[in-house]
């Protein structure tokens, strides 16, 4: 049994995550902003805990997640205001990242996007240039981090049935897309997989089932 806690805890990813996680027998903490949204969590056989981690110190989200073996960062801003963007996509993924070592947690999972990085070339006028900024930031001190990283990176997501088949690599092309449940079940799956530390896995909907894709990664 694996003690997971997912910050961002009631994103379409993260619910789905958590089922998966249950379902298999680890043990899940899911961290949420919105008291309300605490039945949604528990429906998927997680705890739901109540912290605000845009707000949070480095300590107060080492308190929320100590006590796990491993942290799945599938929190967001939700675009719209790049203040806010900045604030949670990158400063408050860093202080987790840092409360994780902060309470002795090694094993860390982000997920990022498909083409993330400094040189991602999204022009400063188009509205995802903030998220794409602060996803580099984040991605890029979690790689300098001594943290046991892995970064996921999902192209468009859609809401569409998971097939549990993915294309794991090459480039990004325009209308490329995975959906929501694929992304779950790579999470899942690199977290039972140590081999997966240190690998960036960038994947699209495809033809091999998930656990063979992650595998050959």
């Known amino acids: ?44 056989g997680a ?15 080492a308190t929320a997640i100590s006590e796990h073996d491993a942290v799945v960062w599938s929190a967001g801003a939700g675009g719209g205001d790049p203040a806010r963007t900045y604030a949670v996509d990158r400063d408050a993924a860093i202080r987790s990242m ?11 999972v982000i997920v990022s996007y498909f083409g993330a990085g400094p040189d991602h070339g999204v022009p400063e006028d188009n509205s995802f240039h903030a998220y794409a900024e602060a996803k580099a930031a984040a991605d890029t001190y979690l790689k ?9 990176g999902p192209s468009g997501l859609t809401d569409e049935p998971g097939t549990g088949k993915i294309a794991v690599g090459g480039t990004r092309g325009d209308g490329d897309h995975v959906s929501r449940d694929n992304v779950a079940a790579v999470a899942a799956e690199v977290l039972a997989r140590p081999e997966t530390v240190h690998k960036v896995i960038e994947f699209n909907d495809g033809p091999t089932p998930v656990a063979d894709a992650v595998a050959q990664v």
């Open 144 to 152: 300098s981090s001594d943290l046991d990283w892995t970064i996921l």
């Open 47 to 61: 705890v739901p805990v109540v912290a605000d981690v845009e707000t949070l110190d480095t300590t107060g989200i």
């Open 1 to 44: 049994m694996t003690r997971v806690a997912i910050i961002g805890g009631h994103g379409k990813i993260a619910l789905r995550l958590a089922k998966i996680l249950t379902d298999r027998g680890d043990q899940v903490t899911s961290i949420i902003r919105n008291p309300e949204h605490a039945r949604d969590v528990a429906e998927t």
């Open 98 to 108: 840092d409360a994780a070592a902060k309470v002795g947690i090694r094993r860390y």
